[in-house]
């Protein structure tokens, strides 16, 4: 199934050897078809129906991508996600960029039994100290380096990618996932990852990672 969306490229050895394809790369694809399906639905459903003698109600279509462009509109949007979260809330950033409300939000949830689990993707002195802050604080905290892509998941329902420009971290663009399907995807990617990365407990090091 991930093979036809494009996440990953099956090489056909024996026994098959399963390649993940550039998340980046992959999603912009699968949006482009999802796009494409729907453009050509839009063409075809008019013709289809006039010959239909009965109109049946058609399903109601909930996926839903919004696209904004710029860093000032990360901090509002990752506390909106917040508050649809129900039950677990995964989340992939540098740990760069960590306001002060969202710190008191993300608190407040995991107080209420809300399960974060947290990958660092860039290591420092200032980025460790805030993974070590951050497990005291009960979330679970594991470390891989991933550059340019951020995800963040919700209850496996919704996600939201950060895609950054290296040559100018505010040229930031963020899509808002409203789909199960990509979501799940998403969250594979991110699951593959986690299981990959070196734990941050609060008697790591940072040589230890």
Same mark, same amino acid.
Do not use: C
């Given at each position: 199934?991930?093979?036809?969306?494009?996440?990953?490229?099956?090489?056909?050895?024996?026994?098959?050897?399963?390649?993940?394809?550039?998340?980046?790369?992959?999603?912009?694809?699968?949006?482009?078809?999802?796009?494409?399906?729907?453009?050509?639905?839009?063409?075809?459903?008019?013709?289809?129906?006039?010959?239909?003698?009965?109109?049946?109600?058609?399903?109601?279509?909930?996926?839903?991508?919004?696209?904004?462009?710029?860093?000032?509109?990360?901090?509002?949007?990752?506390?909106?996600?917040?508050?649809?979260? /129900?039950?677990? +809330?995964?989340? !992939?950033?540098?740990?760069?960029? %960590?306001? @002060? =409300? #969202?710190?008191?939000?993300?608190? *407040?949830?995991?107080?209420?039994?809300?399960?974060?689990?947290?990958?660092?993707?860039?290591?420092? /002195?200032?980025? +460790?100290?805030? !993974?070590?802050?951050?497990?005291? %604080?009960? @979330? =679970? #905290?594991?470390?891989?380096?991933? *550059?340019?892509?951020?995800?963040?998941?919700?209850?496996?329902?919704?996600?939201?990618?950060?895609?950054?420009?290296?040559?100018?971290?505010?040229?930031?663009?963020?899509? %808002?996932?409203?789909?199960?399907?990509?979501?799940?995807?998403?969250?594979?990617?991110?699951?593959?990852?986690?299981?990959?990365?070196?734990?941050?407990?609060?008697?790591?090091?940072?040589?230890?990672?």
């Amino acid at each position: 199934i991930l093979a036809d969306k494009g996440f990953v490229q099956i090489i056909k050895t024996k026994p098959k050897i399963f390649k993940a394809i550039d998340p980046e790369i992959a999603i912009n694809s699968l949006i482009t078809q999802k796009h494409n399906e729907l453009e050509n639905l839009k063409e075809k459903l008019p013709r289809t129906l006039k010959g239909l003698k009965k109109l049946q109600p058609l399903p109601k279509i909930e996926e839903k991508i919004t696209v904004l462009q710029g860093k000032q509109v990360l901090e509002p949007i990752i506390l909106q996600e917040l508050e649809k979260v /129900k039950k677990y +809330f995964k989340r !992939m950033f540098t740990f760069e960029y %960590l306001p @002060y =409300e #969202i710190i008191r939000k993300e608190t *407040e949830l995991a107080k209420k039994g809300i399960k974060f689990q947290i990958l660092g993707t860039f290591l420092n /002195k200032d980025t +460790f100290t805030s !993974m070590k802050k951050a497990v005291q %604080l009960g @979330y =679970e #905290i594991k470390y891989y380096p991933v *550059e340019e892509l951020r995800i963040s998941i919700i209850d496996g329902e919704q996600s939201m990618i950060n895609l950054v420009n290296k040559s100018n971290p505010n040229n930031r663009t963020v899509i %808002l996932i409203e789909s199960k399907e990509l979501t799940k995807a998403l969250e594979h990617y991110f699951d593959t990852i986690w299981e990959k990365a070196k734990p941050v407990k609060s008697t790591t090091t940072i040589k230890d990672l």
